[in-house]
């Protein structure tokens, strides 16, 4: 029987360039560069709808991104604003959120608490910073599907990443609860 080499009828040199190659390309494909908070800070705005067994509701959105803070501002359909969220970040971490609706503005630790409270709103707001752009949170552990990821009891599924390198659509999924995200434009200036 003749071998995979004598069969290509290969030099030596070229069967070894060839195995150190693939091992290369498969050590490389091992290692992960840490991901870092959006440094220039980026923007998308689009349509988000939410969905229960029992309600469904759908907003408009603004969400601004740098490494000191989010800013998500939610509106109806009709462009009536409903609330703007503020996440303040300190080395990485959520330090405070505030939610202002209307002229009243509320204060928490956990901008999901305060979004649901205040709203009736469900959206894993923690963790979308790096969730819109088809990414994981690398603070916290996850584990990667085919064309999807789970990370703090969300199954995240970016899609229609069209010509670039971020989505356009992100459809979130936990229990019962079903969360699209249709972004219309991305920008890369800084907030």
Not at 12 to 26: D, K, T
Not at 30 to 52: D, T, W, Y
Not at 147 to 152: V, W
């Amino acid at each position: 029987m003749l071998t995979l080499a004598k069969q290509l009828a290969l030099p030596v040199h070229f069967r070894s360039l060839a195995g150190l190659l693939l091992a290369v390309f498969l050590l490389s494909a091992c290692v992960q560069v840490p991901l870092k908070p959006p440094s220039e800070g980026f923007a998308a705005q689009g349509r988000v709808n939410i969905r229960s067994q029992n309600q469904a509701n759908t907003a408009l959105f603004d969400w601004v991104a740098s490494p000191q803070r989010d800013v998500l501002s939610l509106s109806s359909p009709l462009g009536n604003t409903l609330a703007q969220l503020t996440i303040q970040y300190q080395a990485g971490e959520i330090v405070a959120a505030q939610l202002q609706h209307g002229a009243t503005m509320d204060v928490a630790e956990q901008p999901e608490a305060l979004l649901a409270q205040v709203t009736g709103l469900v959206m894993p707001v923690s963790g979308m910073r790096w969730w819109l752009r088809g990414l994981p949170d690398p603070k916290q552990p996850f584990t990667r599907g085919a064309d999807d990821f789970e990370q703090s009891g969300w199954r995240i599924r970016p899609s229609d990443y069209r010509a670039g390198n971020w989505p356009y659509r992100v459809e979130l999924t936990r229990d019962d609860l079903r969360i699209l995200v249709m972004i219309k434009e991305w920008s890369h200036a800084a907030p």
